[in-house]
């Protein structure tokens, strides 16, 4: 069992930056392949983004392409989401999430389907 725990959303003025931490328990840690979701008001769980096991490969939804920079520290068993110049459409709960499995994959970025756990997800609001 691996748990999950995202911190650091908040209230943000759009143009305004933020940095999302998520925490992963496991010793296995540096072999997780991470992911962010968000989901607003009234509509589906979207990608945002994606990780590889050392920083690499990463992946971006185009919405937020530029703007959003993931990364991770394998010694603290984090992932971070460091987001820049927000808009009000950004606006939603923000998830983290596991992909456990040893095999590597069919797809890339992985499926939402495909992640074996999940985080409780944080607020981030961005006002106009």
């Known amino acids: 069992q691996v748990h999950v725990a995202e911190s650091g959303g908040g209230l943000v003025q759009a143009g305004g930056s933020l940095r999302l931490a998520c925490v992963a328990s496991g010793q296995t840690f540096g072999t997780y392949i991470m992911g962010w979701y968000r989901q607003a008001p009234g509509k589906e769980r979207e990608f945002v983004a994606v990780i590889g096991w050392n920083n690499d490969p990463t992946y971006y939804a185009d919405v937020v392409q530029g703007r959003f920079t993931i990364s991770r520290d394998n010694t603290k068993n984090t992932v971070y989401l460091q987001m820049d110049r927000l808009k009000p459409d950004d606006t939603a709960i923000y998830y983290c999430?596991?992909?456990?499995?040893?095999?590597?994959?069919?797809?890339?970025?992985?499926?939402?389907?495909?992640?074996?756990?999940w985080g409780q997800g944080t607020q981030v609001t961005v006002s106009s």
């Open positions: 999430a596991a992909y456990t499995d040893y095999a590597v994959p069919d797809y890339w970025p992985p499926k939402l389907y495909q992640y074996n756990y």
